[in-house]
């Protein structure tokens, strides 16, 4: 009998140190893109699918540092101040509720631009990130 071999679902890297993030976000002048999300989200799955494959540096040639923050996980989590804490406080100090949400970040831990809540217009959605990620870069000064 066969076996069946599930794949994977795509994966983000998890926020861990936003602080050592911002260092690296500072010294390459890019901006961080993260996608709040949380367990049995489908919309989250669906936001990963745009969303892992623009993380890789081949895709982008690394315009932007990638991270999930799971909304409803006590993981350790490293504030963009260096405080510690977990992914469920941060994501309520940053007052994100709705899954999934993209917010990007400059290198001083500031949101950029509108948060892009939910899958609308799912046909759409990597431009929406793609422009965020724009808008971002040229706030921060960066050089394509």
Avoid: W
């Avoid at 901006?31 to 669906?46: D, F, I, K, R, W």
């Avoid at 709705?98 to 046909?123: K, N, Q, S, Y």
Wanted: aromatic share 6%; hydrophobic share 40%; proline share 6%.
């Amino acid at each position: 009998m066969p076996i069946a071999l599930s794949a994977a679902p795509p994966a983000l890297p998890k926020a861990s140190d936003l602080a050592r993030d911002a260092a690296t976000m500072r010294s390459e002048r890019m901006p961080m893109v993260v996608l709040y999300s949380q367990a049995g989200c489908s919309y989250c799955e669906t936001a990963r699918s745009y969303l892992v494959p623009m993380s890789a540096p081949e895709a982008q040639g690394r315009r932007a540092l990638f991270r999930q923050i799971d909304i409803d996980s006590d993981a350790a989590l490293v504030d963009f101040t260096g405080t510690r804490s977990t992914h469920r406080a941060v994501a309520r100090t940053q007052k994100a509720r709705f899954t999934p949400t993209v917010r990007v970040f400059d290198a001083d831990g500031r949101a950029v631009g509108d948060d892009i809540v939910g899958m609308r217009l799912e046909d759409f959605y990597g431009q929406y990130v793609e422009n965020a990620i724009d808008e971002a870069r040229s706030r921060m000064g960066a050089t394509d």
